[in-house]
């Protein structure tokens, strides 16, 4: 390799839009939806599900053991999707995916190569707990 084709290949401006920070990230997200999507069936309610369904019925400003956004939006997703299992974990799926996306933008901005935009999103797809920010510092 040349000087000049090591240089194009570390140069952010040569890199492919299918390789980019942004790309992976979405590609990443993508898959921790299509994951959930295809699993979220598998099987049957969870009690804190069942939970937020009561509450959902019962709506409050809040509530002694949690804020009153989760009610809202079992009742949102009833009303507008109705009450199957997707239904309900669809929001929760959507948020997880967008939590990888983020991660991946905000974790690595701008980096050339394309192993090291996919550790961050991988971690938070892998382990969403886990404190995937510290590892860009």
């Known amino acids: 390799m040349t000087m000049t084709t090591v240089a194009a290949h570390q140069d952010p401006s040569h890199q492919s839009r299918w390789t980019s920070t942004a790309a ?15 699993t979220n069936g598998q099987y049957g309610y969870f009690r804190d ?5 009561a509450r959902g019925e019962h709506l409050d400003w809040g509530y002694v053991d949690q804020a009153p956004l989760a009610p809202w939006l079992a009742r949102l997703t ?3 999707l109705g009450d199957s299992l997707f239904a309900l974990r669809f929001l929760p ?12 933008l905000l974790a690595i901005p701008g980096t050339p190569y394309l192993i090291q935009p996919t550790i961050p999103p ?5 382990n969403p707990d886990h404190k ?6």
């Open 93 to 104: 799926a959507v948020a997880g995916a967008v939590k990888v996306l983020l991660t991946g």
């Open 78 to 80: 009833l009303a507008v």
């Open 122 to 126: 991988a971690i938070r797809m892998i």
């Open 24 to 38: 992976v990230a979405c590609y990443f997200a993508g898959a921790k939806l299509l994951i959930h999507f295809l």
């Open 49 to 53: 599900e069942l939970y937020f369904i």
């Open 132 to 137: 995937s920010q510290n590892i860009a510092s």
